[in-house]
């Protein structure tokens, strides 16, 4: 299954880390590096949240962090946000969780957008 296609997925609210939850988030990081790769960014580090994560891409000794919000958070108008509302910033070393400003993009322009931070 494509990222794109778990838009219309609900996710259990657990204690712990479902199987389907797992699945997505591999299935994200798979594409997540896929994109980088057309802009020669390398995927430096997964942070792993229980409904949510991070990854830090790094090229050239410069960073970007990127954040997939909780999945499971619901709004009824649009409850897609975590695919639509991909939250990206600069970092001045791989640990500087303050970054600079907060950006945000769509899930499918992660690479796109962290080339143009990265140059």
């Known amino acids: 299954m494509r990222v ?14 479902t199987p389907d939850y797992e699945e997505f988030e591999a299935q994200c ?3 997540i590096k896929a994109q980088c790769k057309k802009h020669n960014i390398n995927l430096h580090k ?6 949510q994560f991070s990854v830090v891409l790094e090229r050239n000794g410069k960073f970007v962090y990127v954040s997939i ?15 639509k509302d991909v939250l990206i910033r600069t970092m001045e070393h791989d640990k500087d969780w303050g970054g600079g400003c907060n950006n945000f993009c ?14």
């Open 4 to 17: 794109k296609e778990w838009q219309s997925h609900t996710f259990d609210s657990r204690s712990y880390r």
């Open 106 to 119: 769509n899930f499918e322009k992660i690479g796109e957008t962290a080339d143009k931070m990265l140059s």
């Open 69 to 83: 919000s909780d999945v499971r958070t619901y709004n009824p108008f649009d409850w897609t946000n975590w695919y």
């Open 29 to 31: 990081v798979k594409e």
């Open 46 to 51: 997964v942070n792993k949240g229980h409904f």
